[in-house]
Protein backbone atom coordinates (compact mmCIF):
# COMPACT_ATOMS: atom_id res chain seq x y z
CA UNK A 1 0.00 0.00 0.00
CA UNK A 2 1.18 3.32 -0.54
CA UNK A 3 2.40 5.52 1.88
CA UNK A 4 0.00 8.07 1.43
CA UNK A 5 -2.89 6.04 2.46
CA UNK A 6 -4.05 5.65 6.00
CA UNK A 7 -6.76 3.15 7.67
CA UNK A 8 -8.08 5.04 10.85
CA UNK A 9 -11.03 3.95 13.21
CA UNK A 10 -12.49 6.91 14.61
CA UNK A 11 -15.32 6.78 16.46
CA UNK A 12 -17.19 10.89 15.00
CA UNK A 13 -19.88 12.33 16.65
CA UNK A 14 -22.68 13.59 14.01
CA UNK A 15 -20.83 12.41 10.85
CA UNK A 16 -24.21 11.98 8.90
CA UNK A 17 -25.75 15.22 9.75
CA UNK A 18 -22.66 16.79 8.43
CA UNK A 19 -22.61 14.39 5.60
CA UNK A 20 -26.67 15.16 4.74
CA UNK A 21 -25.56 19.58 4.47
CA UNK A 22 -23.25 19.45 1.57
CA UNK A 23 -23.90 20.52 -1.50
CA UNK A 24 -23.27 16.71 -2.83
CA UNK A 25 -23.83 16.54 -6.77
CA UNK A 26 -25.09 13.56 -7.02
CA UNK A 27 -26.53 11.15 -4.27
CA UNK A 28 -27.63 7.40 -4.48
CA UNK A 29 -27.93 4.27 -2.83
CA UNK A 30 -27.16 0.84 -3.32
CA UNK A 31 -28.16 -1.75 -0.51
CA UNK A 32 -26.24 -0.99 2.82
CA UNK A 33 -23.86 1.73 0.53
CA UNK A 34 -24.90 5.78 0.66
CA UNK A 35 -22.85 7.11 -1.97
CA UNK A 36 -22.83 11.02 -2.35
CA UNK A 37 -20.17 12.68 -4.77
CA UNK A 38 -19.31 16.33 -5.97
CA UNK A 39 -19.62 15.14 -9.83
CA UNK A 40 -22.48 13.06 -12.08
CA UNK A 41 -21.94 9.85 -11.78
CA UNK A 42 -23.23 8.30 -14.92
CA UNK A 43 -19.83 8.37 -16.44
CA UNK A 44 -18.96 5.83 -14.16
CA UNK A 45 -21.98 3.24 -15.02
CA UNK A 46 -19.84 0.20 -13.66
CA UNK A 47 -18.92 2.02 -10.20
CA UNK A 48 -22.51 1.55 -8.15
CA UNK A 49 -22.29 -1.90 -9.91
CA UNK A 50 -18.46 -2.51 -8.62
CA UNK A 51 -19.24 -1.60 -4.68
CA UNK A 52 -22.31 -3.62 -4.27
CA UNK A 53 -20.21 -6.75 -6.24
CA UNK A 54 -17.43 -5.38 -3.90
CA UNK A 55 -19.27 -7.06 -0.75
CA UNK A 56 -20.33 -9.71 -1.85
CA UNK A 57 -17.08 -10.71 -3.24
CA UNK A 58 -15.46 -10.03 0.16
CA UNK A 59 -18.67 -12.34 1.84
CA UNK A 60 -17.98 -14.97 -0.15
CA UNK A 61 -13.86 -14.92 -0.30
CA UNK A 62 -13.67 -14.84 3.28
CA UNK A 63 -16.53 -16.72 4.28
CA UNK A 64 -18.32 -14.02 6.29
CA UNK A 65 -21.76 -13.42 6.80
CA UNK A 66 -22.75 -9.56 5.21
CA UNK A 67 -25.45 -7.04 7.18
CA UNK A 68 -26.62 -3.94 6.20
CA UNK A 69 -25.07 -2.01 8.46
CA UNK A 70 -24.87 1.68 6.52
CA UNK A 71 -21.55 2.58 4.38
CA UNK A 72 -21.30 5.93 3.30
CA UNK A 73 -18.95 6.58 0.59
CA UNK A 74 -17.78 10.17 -0.06
CA UNK A 75 -16.62 11.09 -3.46
CA UNK A 76 -14.70 14.81 -3.65
CA UNK A 77 -14.43 16.42 -7.13
CA UNK A 78 -10.69 17.35 -6.09
CA UNK A 79 -7.79 17.00 -3.62
CA UNK A 80 -8.62 20.63 -2.25
CA UNK A 81 -12.53 19.69 -1.68
CA UNK A 82 -11.43 16.54 -0.01
CA UNK A 83 -8.99 17.92 1.91
CA UNK A 84 -11.01 20.70 3.13
CA UNK A 85 -13.89 18.29 4.29
CA UNK A 86 -11.25 15.44 5.75
CA UNK A 87 -9.40 18.13 7.94
CA UNK A 88 -12.93 19.76 9.55
CA UNK A 89 -14.08 15.84 10.15
CA UNK A 90 -11.36 13.69 10.47
CA UNK A 91 -8.19 15.86 10.63
CA UNK A 92 -5.55 12.93 11.24
CA UNK A 93 -6.27 11.92 7.83
CA UNK A 94 -6.36 15.56 6.45
CA UNK A 95 -3.14 15.01 4.06
CA UNK A 96 -3.76 11.65 3.01
CA UNK A 97 -5.35 10.23 -0.49
CA UNK A 98 -8.08 8.87 0.55
CA UNK A 99 -9.20 7.08 3.96
CA UNK A 100 -12.15 4.99 6.04
CA UNK A 101 -13.55 6.32 9.44
CA UNK A 102 -15.75 3.95 11.71
CA UNK A 103 -18.01 5.60 14.13
CA UNK A 104 -20.33 3.31 16.38
CA UNK A 105 -22.93 2.37 13.79
CA UNK A 106 -21.59 3.68 10.36
CA UNK A 107 -18.36 3.50 8.19
CA UNK A 108 -17.57 6.80 5.97
CA UNK A 109 -15.14 6.51 2.81
CA UNK A 110 -13.48 9.87 1.36
CA UNK A 111 -11.94 9.54 -1.92
CA UNK A 112 -11.40 12.30 -4.20
CA UNK A 113 -10.70 11.89 -8.23
CA UNK A 114 -7.56 11.49 -9.06
CA UNK A 115 -5.33 8.41 -10.90
CA UNK A 116 -5.98 6.06 -8.72
CA UNK A 117 -9.39 6.97 -7.57
CA UNK A 118 -11.14 3.78 -8.33
CA UNK A 119 -7.91 1.49 -6.49
CA UNK A 120 -8.71 4.09 -3.82
CA UNK A 121 -11.88 3.27 -3.60
CA UNK A 122 -11.82 -0.16 -3.34
CA UNK A 123 -9.01 -0.27 -0.77
CA UNK A 124 -11.17 1.50 1.79
CA UNK A 125 -14.23 0.34 0.61
CA UNK A 126 -12.46 -3.21 1.85
CA UNK A 127 -12.26 -1.82 5.14
CA UNK A 128 -15.33 -0.42 5.64
CA UNK A 129 -17.08 -3.63 4.32
CA UNK A 130 -14.85 -5.92 6.72
CA UNK A 131 -15.36 -3.50 9.37
CA UNK A 132 -19.15 -4.07 8.53
CA UNK A 133 -18.98 -7.79 8.98
CA UNK A 134 -16.46 -8.25 11.90
CA UNK A 135 -16.56 -6.32 15.43
CA UNK A 136 -12.53 -6.22 15.36
CA UNK A 137 -9.57 -7.70 13.05
CA UNK A 138 -6.07 -7.28 13.50
CA UNK A 139 -4.76 -4.47 12.14
CA UNK A 140 -1.75 -6.26 9.93
CA UNK A 141 -4.25 -8.77 8.39
CA UNK A 142 -7.22 -5.55 7.87
CA UNK A 143 -4.51 -3.99 5.70
CA UNK A 144 -3.75 -6.84 4.01
CA UNK A 145 -6.69 -7.76 2.90
CA UNK A 146 -7.31 -4.32 1.50
CA UNK A 147 -4.67 -4.64 -0.31
CA UNK A 148 -5.91 -7.69 -1.85
CA UNK A 149 -8.78 -6.24 -2.85
CA UNK A 150 -8.22 -3.14 -4.21
CA UNK A 151 -7.45 -4.45 -7.76
CA UNK A 152 -10.16 -5.34 -10.04
CA UNK A 153 -11.16 -8.96 -9.27
CA UNK A 154 -9.84 -10.44 -12.74
CA UNK A 155 -6.46 -9.57 -11.10
CA UNK A 156 -6.35 -10.80 -7.64
CA UNK A 157 -5.18 -14.27 -7.90
CA UNK A 158 -2.75 -13.30 -10.17
CA UNK A 159 -1.84 -9.66 -11.25
CA UNK A 160 -1.54 -7.67 -7.76
CA UNK A 161 1.57 -5.11 -8.28
CA UNK A 162 3.48 -6.73 -5.30
CA UNK A 163 3.21 -10.12 -6.86
CA UNK A 164 6.68 -9.57 -8.94
CA UNK A 165 8.07 -7.38 -5.79
CA UNK A 166 7.14 -9.96 -3.01
CA UNK A 167 8.52 -12.61 -5.60
CA UNK A 168 12.12 -11.20 -6.34
CA UNK A 169 12.20 -10.03 -2.35
CA UNK A 170 11.50 -13.86 -1.76
CA UNK A 171 14.67 -15.03 -4.22
CA UNK A 172 16.77 -12.68 -2.84
CA UNK A 173 17.16 -13.59 1.05
CA UNK A 174 13.85 -11.66 2.51
CA UNK A 175 12.30 -13.46 5.62
CA UNK A 176 8.81 -12.87 6.33
CA UNK A 177 7.81 -12.81 10.04
CA UNK A 178 4.55 -12.89 10.60
CA UNK A 179 4.78 -12.38 14.68
CA UNK A 180 6.56 -9.30 13.69
CA UNK A 181 3.45 -8.18 11.74
CA UNK A 182 1.29 -9.03 14.75
CA UNK A 183 3.00 -6.61 17.19
CA UNK A 184 2.52 -3.59 15.05
CA UNK A 185 -0.82 -1.98 16.24
CA UNK A 186 -0.78 1.72 15.06
CA UNK A 187 -0.71 2.33 11.34
CA UNK A 188 2.04 4.71 11.79
CA UNK A 189 4.19 1.84 12.88
CA UNK A 190 3.58 0.26 9.00
CA UNK A 191 6.43 0.94 6.09
CA UNK A 192 5.45 -0.10 2.86
CA UNK A 193 7.31 -3.28 3.06
CA UNK A 194 4.93 -4.26 5.98
CA UNK A 195 1.80 -3.83 3.67
CA UNK A 196 3.56 -6.21 0.88
CA UNK A 197 4.02 -8.84 3.52
CA UNK A 198 0.69 -8.16 5.11
CA UNK A 199 -1.20 -9.27 1.39
CA UNK A 200 1.40 -11.83 0.82
CA UNK A 201 0.43 -13.47 3.98
CA UNK A 202 -3.34 -13.11 2.84
CA UNK A 203 -2.65 -14.16 -0.63
CA UNK A 204 -1.00 -17.79 0.94
CA UNK A 205 -3.65 -18.20 3.11
CA UNK A 206 -6.49 -17.99 0.62
CA UNK A 207 -4.59 -19.75 -2.40
CA UNK A 208 -1.57 -21.81 -1.15
CA UNK A 209 -3.99 -24.68 -0.29
CA UNK A 210 -7.51 -25.56 0.72
CA UNK A 211 -5.57 -25.66 3.95
CA UNK A 212 -4.59 -22.39 4.79
CA UNK A 213 -7.83 -21.38 3.02
CA UNK A 214 -10.38 -23.23 5.76
CA UNK A 215 -7.33 -21.72 8.43
CA UNK A 216 -8.14 -18.55 7.46
CA UNK A 217 -11.89 -18.55 7.16
CA UNK A 218 -12.23 -20.10 10.41
CA UNK A 219 -10.10 -17.60 12.17
CA UNK A 220 -12.39 -14.24 10.67
CA UNK A 221 -15.48 -16.75 11.93
CA UNK A 222 -14.39 -16.60 15.33
CA UNK A 223 -14.15 -13.36 15.41
CA UNK A 224 -17.51 -12.53 13.21
CA UNK A 225 -18.98 -15.00 16.36
CA UNK A 226 -17.38 -12.77 18.65
CA UNK A 227 -14.41 -15.18 20.21
CA UNK A 228 -11.16 -14.14 20.62
CA UNK A 229 -9.19 -16.06 18.16
CA UNK A 230 -5.46 -15.73 19.21
CA UNK A 231 -2.68 -14.61 17.21
CA UNK A 232 -3.19 -16.10 14.19
CA UNK A 233 0.57 -17.27 13.45
CA UNK A 234 -0.22 -19.56 16.60
CA UNK A 235 -3.05 -21.70 14.35
CA UNK A 236 -0.40 -21.57 11.99
CA UNK A 237 2.39 -23.19 14.45
CA UNK A 238 -0.34 -25.75 15.25
CA UNK A 239 -0.28 -27.01 11.91
CA UNK A 240 3.14 -28.43 12.60
CA UNK A 241 4.73 -26.94 9.16
CA UNK A 242 6.89 -23.91 8.73
CA UNK A 243 4.51 -21.39 7.48
CA UNK A 244 7.74 -18.77 6.58
CA UNK A 245 9.33 -21.28 4.00
CA UNK A 246 5.50 -22.57 2.69
CA UNK A 247 5.37 -18.95 2.26
CA UNK A 248 8.17 -18.36 0.03
CA UNK A 249 7.65 -21.36 -1.70
CA UNK A 250 4.41 -20.16 -2.36
CA UNK A 251 5.32 -16.79 -3.61
CA UNK A 252 8.59 -18.28 -6.02
CA UNK A 253 5.95 -20.49 -7.83
CA UNK A 254 2.99 -18.72 -8.64
CA UNK A 255 2.14 -17.44 -11.60
Known amino acids: MRACLIFLTLFVASLTSRVAQCDWVDVRRAGQFRIHAEFKLDRYANLIESIEKQRSDIAATLGLKPNDKPIVVCLFANYTAYSRY ?5 PAAARRRAVFVQDEDTGYVYVYRQRKFETDLRHELTHAIVHSMLPF ?15 PSQKRASGNP ?3 KMKLASRLGWKPNLTRLEN ?3 VSEFSAANYRESWAWVHFLLHSSDESNKLLRGYLATIQNEQLPGPLSS ?3 KTGRDSQQRLLDHLRRWR
Open 162 to 164: HQL
Open 86 to 90: VAEHA
Open 137 to 151: IPLWLDEGLAEYFEV
Open 184 to 186: RDE
Open 235 to 237: HLK
